[in-house]
């Protein structure tokens, strides 16, 4: 039997939503089982609902979608829920909004103006993939941009927080190393690198491992 993904919609616009929805639940792998159009009753409702990815567009009523996404991340850890795979959608693609949207932990932005299968290849995209960096491409669009802000509240007091074993996986992965050369550096099991890196995403109330390179080393950029 085909496993599920629930689909959760951020938009102020009904239309958009319905249309969305058609979409997505004429899917056999997919079903919308969330649905708001208002900022402060998402970030109410969307951290207790069970949702495998989220769909927030620009226009939320009471912020925009990238402010949204900020505010939902930390409510998700404070919940002890798992964050959920986050897409932005827009009215047109910018390398500045992509950059935007990653360091508030979004893992995708789509175009309004992109085909229904898009939309739907995001979806499915992010929700079978793992967290991993690529970091060269991540170096790439940061080149490419100027003026996008990574600042994360208190990352370095947060930091401060983390276990001997996860400040030596955060070293390596600063180094930009893979889970299987952070694992070989510091004699550890590869799955007990994906538990600490997980686990410092929760300490920094961070979604993923993207956000948190944009914030480390904005953060060491300031303090270097």
Do not use: W
Request: glycine residues 6%; hydrophobic residues 45%.
């Amino acid at each position: 039997m085909t496993e599920v993904l629930r689909i959760g919609l951020i938009d102020a616009d009904v239309d958009i939503r319905f249309g969305r929805r058609m979409v997505i639940d004429s899917q056999p792998d997919c079903k919308v089982v969330f649905e708001e159009e208002n900022a402060a009753d998402a970030l109410v409702r969307a951290p207790e609902a069970l949702i495998d990815v989220l769909v927030i567009d620009h226009r939320v009523r009471g912020l925009d979608g990238i402010a949204l996404v900020e505010k939902l991340i930390p409510l998700y850890h404070e919940a002890s829920s798992g964050v959920p795979s986050i897409i932005l959608t827009g009215p047109y693609f910018s390398y500045e909004l992509l950059l935007a949207s990653i360091a508030v932990g979004a893992t995708d932005l789509v175009t309004l103006d992109s085909e229904s299968g898009e939309l739907l290849k995001a979806i499915r995209s992010c929700a079978a993939s793992e967290d991993v960096l690529d970091f060269d491409s991540l170096r790439s669009l940061v080149s490419r941009t100027k003026g996008v802000e990574f600042d994360v509240p208190d990352i370095l007091v947060k930091l401060g927080t983390l276990d001997e074993k996860e400040a030596a996986t955060l070293e390596q992965f600063k180094a930009g190393l893979d889970d299987d050369a952070i694992a070989r550096a510091i004699d550890v099991p590869k799955y007990r690198v994906r538990q600490a890196m997980k686990s410092i995403l929760a300490k920094c109330s961070l979604a993923t491992r993207a956000q948190l390179f944009l914030a480390i080393n904005a953060a060491d950029g300031k303090n270097g």
